[in-house]
């Protein structure tokens, strides 16, 4: 049935309608197909649909229908219908003049554009608040536009921003409008315009830029789902369902380099300025906690008073870390944009982001978070893993998590007062019987007052084997440090075998010496001034070191503690024999030797033999030696301390290598060796190949020597111990 006039002009004034209308306008174009208007309606909704290939090809038909038929061109309706596409080529915010840095990222996100590709390039940029990333995405589309004929979108999702995000449906509805559909003919429903969006960009190559998009699901409807377009996304969630779903290449954007930091201040304020004052840039940096944000606003006021010296700048960076930061433009206040991603998240996240920011060192474990926020720790992995999503802390390691220093300040600033409290007691009742527990299980003839147990919103850790205690020892050395003022003197009591052993005897006196000025009784000071004491020997402070000692004995005495007195006794005995005041250090080991008596003490009976032995060597007297420490290893053999085993054997060993029979020690040696071994100490089982290669060394045999104090020096060098330089000596002694 032909279509009539009327209709027609129905058709006409229904034109943007969109795509309901195509099937009966091409009907009635086909129909008419010298009636200029209603050909331009045809090729003017074609092109507002999307459907740019064939609004061009009906324009060339009707040109050459006119021509060959009327001897006519087209007229101005026709041409305008023509040229009734919007332009977008390039609706992407300015670069950053300038721009410095990020060059493996750009390399690796170009080399994506390179050869054939069978889908859509989608790349992830993800980190933290402030680091970078809309910078970043920003300049790499200005750097491959060229590749993009057809149009360079943008669409900021305001995915983290405090006044509302933008909605995908009511993103894909701009980006509709971008390509030329009218306001009022955009699709109702996410799935409508989403399904006009593709099917416009289809064949077309496009770059879209998605900026600052909340997660996966936010940005996803905002792909277009040709091969020969690209998409950037920016936001502060890993945005890991793009990359399993969509098969988006993630770019975890972490903090420039230094150099490339102090580059980003030189490119801001010029270089000029930074070379007259490299000490003060650095600092800069360093306190800006090589944040480009941060940097950002720093060099804005530094660039806004020129003559203002950027050592002033660092000093009142060095006062406030946040202060300076500050901002009328909310777009660049350091507080504020972490606030967003901070009200981003869960509430119960919220809290244990706030709750972190009182641990006091670098690395934070998952079981020290659990027991900060006082939860089970698989509630506890749960949030971690929420905040690292969002970029608010980071896992560089499994179940080890960090903060950025800003962020860090900025959380500390947010956690209340009936916060502070509960939550600082959990973690150093956490750390305390942590240690406790690894201790126990590595030195385990050493004891301690009882403490009460923990509750049950602390988790404290048990280890499996004497490695794994040695291992988080050493991990959380610092942070055990960083915590003992919370904790008290009974973490110190629990650290100090550790530590001697470590050789971080300086560590020690700072650590007792802290653990004293908090101790509020008796007991507390006594078991302070012992170890405070016994540090200081080590460290040839003998005056100081024999006050400590003396007073603790004086305590303990008090108390009526024979196990106190006795170790201390002990400690004496070690500074009366550092003195060579061996006939004064015996004295001190009868008087141990009867304490540990009075109370039935035989693993402390059989180490003090050991100690008298070893005590007979430094006088030269070994036949007295090999006596009292042989006798040593049959009660602690009896007994079935390995450890005391492995230490009276080494001390056997001694002995025999001192009469010349280094045949004997090295048998000697080699037993505890692999007791040690066993057990896992390194700091004793690199003592005891140390006499291993003396041994070797009497005999006149260099090779294994040599190989023994190679491997005894790798592990001290390894822990940092003094007594590597005695091996290393031993070592250029050799042919």
């Not at 990020?102 to 889908?119: C, I, K, M, S, V």
């Not at 979108?153 to 509805?173: F, N, Q, T």
């Not at 789902?225 to 890993?238: C, F, K, L």
């Not at 040599?706 to 290393?728: F, N, Q």
Request: glycine share 6%.
């Amino acid at each position: 049935m032909a279509v009539t006039h009327e209709y027609l002009v129905t058709l006409g004034e229904a034109v943007d309608a969109g795509a309901d209308v195509l099937p009966m306008l091409r009907q009635a174009a086909a129909e008419h197909p010298l009636d200029e208007a209603l050909q331009a309606r045809l090729i003017t909704t074609l092109t507002a649909t999307g459907h740019h290939a064939e609004a061009r090809d009906t324009y060339e038909a009707v040109r050459e229908r006119l021509a060959d038929e009327l001897g006519v061109d087209p007229g101005p309706q026709l041409r305008r219908a023509l040229g009734h596409r919007r332009t977008f080529r390039s609706q992407l915010p300015a670069d950053l003049p300038g721009f410095t840095g990020r060059d493996a990222e750009l390399a690796r996100t170009a080399a994506l554009l390179t050869g054939h590709r069978p889908a859509m390039t989608c790349v992830a940029i993800s980190g933290m608040a402030g680091v970078g990333k809309t910078t970043l995405a920003v300049h790499l589309a200005h750097e491959v536009a060229d590749r993009f004929p057809d149009g360079l979108l943008y669409v900021h999702m305001r995915g983290y921003a405090p006044g509302g995000i933008l909605s995908s449906v009511e993103a894909v509805g701009i980006l509709l409008e971008t390509l030329g559909v009218p306001s009022q003919r955009v699709p109702d429903g996410l799935d409508a315009r989403t399904a006009l969006y593709r099917s416009m960009l289809a064949g077309k190559r496009v770059l879209v830029l998605i900026d600052d998009a909340r997660d996966a699901d936010h940005a996803r409807p905002l792909l277009p789902g040709t091969p020969d377009a690209m998409v950037i996304v920016t936001s502060r969630n890993r945005l890991l369902g793009l990359v399993a779903r969509n098969g988006a290449h993630p770019v975890v954007l972490g903090l420039p380099t230094t150099a490339e930091a102090r580059d980003l201040l030189a490119h801001r304020i010029g270089a000029d300025r930074v070379a007259a004052e490299p000490d003060a840039a650095d600092e800069i940096v360093l306190h800006c906690g090589r944040l480009p944000l941060a940097l950002a606003v720093v060099a804005a006021c530094a660039a806004a008073f020129p003559d203002v010296p950027l050592a002033d700048i660092a000093a009142q960076l060095r006062a406030d870390n946040l202060a300076v930061f500050s901002s009328d433009d909310k777009d660049i206040d350091v507080r504020t944009v972490f606030s967003w991603s901070y009200h981003a998240v869960s509430p119960a996240a919220a809290r244990m982001y706030r709750l972190l920011a009182l641990h006091p060192a670098g690395h934070i474990s998952a079981a020290a978070a659990a027991s900060l926020a006082g939860l089970e720790t698989h509630r506890s992995h749960t949030l971690l893993d929420e905040l690292s999503r969002a970029h608010l802390i980071n896992e560089p390691l499994p179940e080890r998590y960090v903060f950025h220093d800003l962020l860090r300040a900025h959380a500390a600033e947010l956690v209340t007062g009936d916060e502070k409290q509960p939550a600082e007691t959990r973690l150093a009742q956490h750390y305390l019987h942590s240690v406790r527990s690894a201790t126990a299980l590595l030195y385990p003839y050493r004891r301690h007052p009882a403490v009460a147990q923990p509750g049950d919103d602390v988790t404290a850790l048990e280890f499996d084997d004497h490695q794994q205690a040695e291992t988080w020892l050493r991990a959380e050395r610092p942070t055990l440090l960083a915590v003992a003022d919370q904790a008290g003197w009974h973490l110190a009591a629990a650290l100090e075998l550790f530590l001697d052993r470590q050789g971080r005897w300086h560590e020690q006196v700072t650590l007792q010496r802290n653990a004293l000025a908090g101790a509020t009784d008796d007991q507390g000071r006594a078991r302070t001034h012992r170890p405070l004491g016994f540090a200081l020997g080590r460290l040839d402070d003998h005056a100081a070191a024999a006050a400590h000692l003396a007073e603790a004995l004086r305590l303990f005495q008090e108390l009526q503690d024979p196990d106190g007195e006795a170790i201390t006794r002990r400690n004496l005995a070690f500074l009366a024999n550092r003195r060579t005041e061996h006939d004064l250090a015996l004295k001190h080991y009868d008087h141990a030797l009867a304490c540990y008596e009075t109370i039935g003490d035989e693993l402390g009976q059989a180490t003090v033999h050991n100690e008298v032995g070893w005590t007979y060597i430094l006088f030269g007297d070994y036949a007295k030696a090999l006596a009292e420490c042989e006798r040593a290893v049959r009660m602690q053999e009896r007994l079935g301390n390995r450890n005391g085993v492995a230490s009276a054997a080494d001390s056997v060993g001694y002995a025999y290598h001192h009469l010349g029979c280094n045949v004997d020690a090295i048998a000697w040696y080699e037993r505890s060796l692999e007791l040690y071994r066993a057990l896992n100490d390194p700091y004793l089982i690199a003592n005891t190949l140390s006499h291993i290669g003396e041994a070797y060394n009497a005999l006149g045999e260099h090779e294994p020597a040599v190989t023994a104090w190679h491997e005894a020096l790798e592990i001290l060098d390894e822990l940092g111990h003094p007594d590597a330089d005695e091996v290393r000596a031993a070592l250029l002694t050799q042919p």
